[in-house]
């Protein structure tokens, strides 16, 4: 596994209008060498795109679409994200305000000793502060 994909980055390769170069050579890292996420990662996904739904900014088909496609990437989930919980990811949600959701990214970029992929503001700041390199921005 090459890095850690979070979902504010998933998203915005799958917006037309949010991608950017970084973005796009991200998932050409992933469709090289796989990534991994926390196991919340594609309900994390699927429930930004359901959203998008609701709101009226993609299509049911467009939803579906996206995730054919990423279904076809190698990105595994990761078995150990529930163990760590309660300690490790609390505390870094913790140390640096984040939700346990982005912590969880975090933790798993730290234990792993990978980059991690976001754009969110919050997590990146976090994950500087660690010295986990930071891809996507």
Avoid: H, K
């Amino acid at each position: 596994m090459s890095l850690v994909l979070d979902c504010s980055a998933t998203l915005a390769w799958i917006y037309p209008n949010e991608t950017t170069d970084a973005v796009r050579a991200v998932f050409d890292i992933i469709a090289a060498r796989g990534c991994v996420v926390p196991t919340l990662w594609r309900l994390e996904v699927v429930n930004g795109l359901t959203v998008a739904v609701r709101r009226g900014r993609i299509t049911p088909a467009f939803r579906a679409e996206a995730l054919n496609v990423l279904e076809l990437l190698s990105i595994a989930g990761d078995p150990e994200t529930g163990t760590y919980a309660w300690t490790t990811t609390l505390q870094l949600a913790d140390r640096f305000a984040l939700t346990l959701y982005d912590a969880a990214y975090l933790e798993l970029a730290q234990r792993r000793a990978l980059p991690l992929a976001s754009l969110d503001t919050a997590l990146c700041a976090a994950a500087g502060a660690l010295q986990i390199p930071i891809l996507g921005t």
